[in-house]
T-cell receptor
């Protein structure tokens, strides 16, 4: 089945700097790659996603890139702010007819220092 | 929209007791998912439903776990009997993709979770 790895496990940046989180996946059939942000005591919330027919997607300060050949995708956050501090999870959909079986990475704890 | 609603938000019980977690998906969504989150194992998919029918329960850890979806607006996850190793945060999520299986992933919207502690 699908396996998703995520690095780094923790990341500290100064406010205003950029942050990059990288994930790799194992199943070449995966076609959907969402990124979730989880704040303390809350459920994960989608911040951006990308499909396998697209190489890059941007939404204001957040961007995601996908390299299908290498089977890795990355989250880029620019001009970080203290409210960006949270745990971030990448995911890939597993191989089944429905495409809904998400496998999540272990998470990256991002701390933005003021 | 109120989003995915889960109850209770916190549950403390003793080993051997039955635990029932409840979920109301976003109105109109046709997929419902149950996840478990622990420090050791991260976020794991337990089971998911499409149009109230269980599609994949391969993540359900043991026969002590069961899930039902009697209608489009309600689902339960039951643990009987509960054990201390079941302590975790349990999330329900829902998504919308009408038109049958396509192999394409769609956004899953998570509820706030139920923190279960089994003593």
């Amino acid at each position: 089945g699908e396996n998703v790895e995520q690095h780094p496990s923790t990341l500290s940046v100064q406010e205003g700097d950029s942050a990059v989180i990288k994930c790799t996946y194992s199943d070449s059939a995966s076609n959907y790659f969402p990124w979730y942000k989880q704040e303390l005591g809350k459920g994960p919330q989608l911040i951006i996603d990308i499909r396998s027919n697209v190489g890059e997607k941007k939404d204001q300060r957040i961007a995601v890139t996908l390299n299908k050949t290498a089977k890795h995708f990355s989250l880029h956050i620019t001009e970080t702010q203290p409210e960006d501090s949270a745990v971030y999870f990448c995911a890939a959909n597993g191989r089944d007819n429905y495409g809904q079986n998400f496998v999540f990475g272990p998470g990256t704890r991002l701390s933005v220092l003021p | 929209d109120a989003g995915v609603i889960q109850s209770p938000r916190h549950e403390v019980t003793e080993m051997g007791q039955e635990v029932t977690l409840r979920c109301k998906p976003i109105s109109g969504h046709d997929y419902l998912f149950w996840y478990r989150q622990t420090m050791m194992r991260g976020l794991e998919l337990l089971i998911y439903f499409n149009n109230n029918v269980p599609i994949d329960d391969s993540g359900m850890p043991e026969d002590r776990f069961s899930a039902k979806m009697p209608n489009a607006s309600f689902s339960t996850l039951k643990i009987q009997p509960s054990e201390p190793r079941d302590s975790a945060v349990y999330f329900c999520a829902s998504s919308l993709h009408s038109g049958g299986p396509s192999g394409m992933g769609y956004t899953q919207y998570f509820g706030p979770g139920t923190r279960l502690t089994v003593l």
